[in-house]
Nanobody
Framework: QVQLVESGGGLVQAGGSLRLSCAASGSILKINAMGWYRQAPGKQRELVAA???????NYADSVKGRFTISRDNAKNTVYLQMNSLKPEDTAVYRC?????????????????WGQGTQVTVSS
């Protein structure tokens, strides 16, 4: 019942910027922690940035100072502003959200993943 949809990916030159969005929809009661992950071909998925409901943030060392995670609670949307992009940032980016939701007469708390959006950074 909960859906996460990413947008904003694309092709960009090294040094450029992109802003990814992840919008959650459904019978959402509360969004808890949210995060952005990425996975490049032949590599493991890694956590890029995380944001708790209290506003605490965590970033991978490789993106500190370049990426910023934020959220708009009214829109149930989390963003990832990516600046000074490097070719090594090329990957499929997916958002994950821990949500409290209502479905079929019951309440749940669970993690949901978006389908992913491709980010390609050319040298």
């Amino acid at each position: 019942q909960v859906q996460l949809v990413e947008s904003g990916g694309g092709l960009v030159q090294a040094g450029g910027s992109l802003r990814l969005s992840c919008a959650a929809s459904g019978s959402i009661l509360k969004i808890n922690a949210m995060g952005w992950y990425r996975q490049a071909p032949g590599k493991q998925r890694e956590l890029v940035a995380a944001l708790t409901s209290g506003g605490s943030t965590n970033y991978a060392d490789s993106v500190k100072g370049r990426f910023t995670i934020s959220r708009d609670n009214a829109k149930n949307t989390v963003y990832l502003q990516m600046n000074s992009l490097k070719p090594e940032d090329t990957a499929v980016y997916r958002c994950k959200s821990n949500v409290r939701y209502y479905s079929g007469g019951y309440y749940y708390t669970d993690d949901y993943w978006g389908q992913g959006t491709q980010v390609t950074v050319s040298s």
